[in-house]
């Protein structure tokens, strides 16, 4: 059986930042990821945001963690030469909304610590987004957009230098307890861990009960989007919102430009049974002309064709429910920690999800005072 200090479960962005975050000199640290390559889940089947962290409840950890990480994903994406853009987005009331509503958006913001906020009327809008239709707008200048598929190599290359031992097409199949470790057998061996961290997204449910965690439930609600062709592409250069809904956490579809020229329409919401359906029953094209023209009047259904969809990762089957991101040390299994529930706005969290593990990692292994305080091996490395 090999042994390791720490083993990893989940290759998407959140268990590739943890990978680095962990290290430190002298700790082995192993990741298991089920598919052949890392992050090809919900980690590349996403809007691309890096949010400012104006939506969620004051105190909650993805108001926290999606502040405090937005900053640390900028400084990564800039140093790991990941395409990125700080553009700014704008939330905007249409002519049936209640205005008063972004005054209440940005006054969570200000109590999430989101401190650049401002409203802007009519002729405000109309020079930042001539094309887009609203009566007034909240403008957030540190919303930006990353392309996902280079992130998740430039974490993937980042634990890789810290030495962090990355297993592709090595699925967790079952766990037991062994003598002050936990054993995990994937298809190819047995391996011992210390500590283990639960990053398996869509199936951090299936994970936690075979380590022998707390139970919980993680429920699939997929998002799908449209995309603008042609000419059409140019009436908007940066993530344009409506109003969100009054309770819950759909953000509403939204128009989203992406790094490499393309703009997206979406994501819808629907909740189903199957964690990795990702085409049964989809919306019809049709269906985005509507939304995406509440926004952008001037788009005509010719401008329209179908788009991906991703599946989040959700905690609560409830629509009009707030639920938080999960992290904390299992209070069944003392050697598992969670990241479990990491939905939106988990990409542009993830590297202050991982450093709060790596806090857990260190509490587990009792050796957090060899490493630098408060910092990951990762970023250590680079600032030196
Ligand atoms: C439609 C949509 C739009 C979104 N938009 C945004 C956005 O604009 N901004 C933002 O910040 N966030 C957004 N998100 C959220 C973001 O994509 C996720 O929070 C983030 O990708 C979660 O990463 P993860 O590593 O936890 O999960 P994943 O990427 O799903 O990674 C989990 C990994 O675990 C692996 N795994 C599972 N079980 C096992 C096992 N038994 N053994 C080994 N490996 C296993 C899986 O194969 C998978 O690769 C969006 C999500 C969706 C669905």
Redesign the pocket.
């Given at each position: 059986m090999e042994e390791v200090d720490l083993l990893i479960?989940?290759?998407?962005?959140?268990?590739l930042a943890c990978a680095s975050a962990a290290a430190r000199p002298g700790r082995t640290v192993c990741l298991?990821?089920?598919?052949p390559r890392?992050?090809?889940?919900?980690?590349t089947?996403?809007?691309?945001?890096?949010?400012a962290g104006i939506y969620y409840p004051p105190g909650s950890l993805k108001a926290t963690l999606?502040v405090e990480g937005r900053e640390a994903l900028y400084r990564f994406c800039s140093r790991h030469e990941v395409p990125h853009r700080r553009c700014g987005k704008l939330i905007v009331a249409g002519p049936d909304d209640d205005a008063t509503g972004l005054e209440a958006l940005h006054d969570r913001g200000v109590a999430n610590g989101v401190n650049d906020l401002e409203i802007l009327d009519e002729a405000d809008l109309r020079r930042l987004e001539p094309r887009v239709r609203g009566s007034a707008a909240l403008w957030s200048p540190s919303t930006g957009i990353v392309e996902a598929e280079a992130l998740v190599r430039a974490l993937r290359y980042a634990a890789e230098d810290v030495e962090a031992a990355l297993l592709p097409a090595?699925?967790?199949l079952e766990a037991g307890d062994g003598n002050n470790r936990i054993e995990v057998r994937t298809s190819a061996e047995w391996i011992g861990a210390r500590a283990v961290v639960n990053?398996?997204?869509?199936?951090a449910d299936?994970?936690s009960e075979a380590l022998g965690g707390r139970r919980f439930r993680i429920y699939p609600c997929r998002?799908e989007y449209a995309e603008l062709i042609g000419v059409s592409r140019q009436l908007v250069s940066r993530p344009v919102y409506p109003m969100p809904a009054p309770a819950g956490e759909h953000l509403g579809v939204h128009v989203t430009p992406t790094t490499w020229g393309g703009v997206m329409i979406g994501?819808t919401i629907h909740y189903q049974d199957d964690k990795q359906d990702h085409e049964q029953g989809r919306l019809p094209v049709e269906a985005f002309v509507e939304p995406t023209r509440q926004l952008l009047p001037d788009v005509r259904p010719e401008d329209l064709r179908a788009g991906g969809t991703?599946?989040?990762?959700k905690l609560s089957a409830d629509p009009g429910a707030f639920s938080d991101f999960l992290i904390e040390r299992d209070p069944y299994q003392p050697r598992l920690i969670q990241?479990a529930g990491?939905?939106?706005?988990?990409?542009?969290?993830?590297l202050a999800v991982a450093r709060r593990v790596g806090t857990l990692v260190d509490e587990v292994l009792g050796d957090g005072a060899r490493g630098t305080e408060g910092r990951s091996g990762e970023e250590e490395r680079h600032n030196a």
């Open positions: 479960v989940g290759g998407g962005v959140v268990g298991l990821e089920r598919h890392f992050g090809i889940e919900t980690s089947h996403n809007s691309g945001v890096i949010h999606s090595s699925g967790l990053a398996a997204g869509l199936d299936v994970v998002g994501p991703g599946i989040r990762a990241a990491i939905d939106s706005p988990g990409l542009t969290a993830c």
